[in-house]
């Protein structure tokens, strides 16, 4: 799982958003923002962190149970597919 080409996060007026640059200007026709913890996840998956190891850091920082952890990656990671933010 990664970030598709095109896609970053910014702060805008403090609210973290993905914009689309380039050629997906053209097929991104949404907005989507993040709270920090979405934008955590954001970054670590733009990094190239593994989906396990993305829930085990968060579930670490948070002092959060990863049952819960992975359930709450699991909605936000398809919310960012069916945005066409993330690819396989």
């Known amino acids: 799982m990664k970030i598709k080409e095109g896609y970053i996060l910014k702060d805008v007026a403090g609210n973290k958003i993905v914009i689309a640059t ?7 026709n949404g907005v989507m923002t993040f709270n920090s913890v979405g934008a955590e996840i954001f970054t670590m998956i733009d ?3 593994a989906p396990e190891e993305i829930i085990k850091k968060i579930a670490g920082e948070y002092s959060a149970d990863e ?3 992975r359930k709450d990656f699991a909605a936000l990671t398809e919310k960012m597919r069916k945005y066409g933010i993330l690819e396989e």
Do not use: R
Not at 22 to 28: A, D, H, V
């Open 22 to 28: 380039g050629s997906e200007k053209m097929n991104f």
């Open 47 to 49: 990094e190239g962190m």
């Open 67 to 69: 049952d819960t952890v």
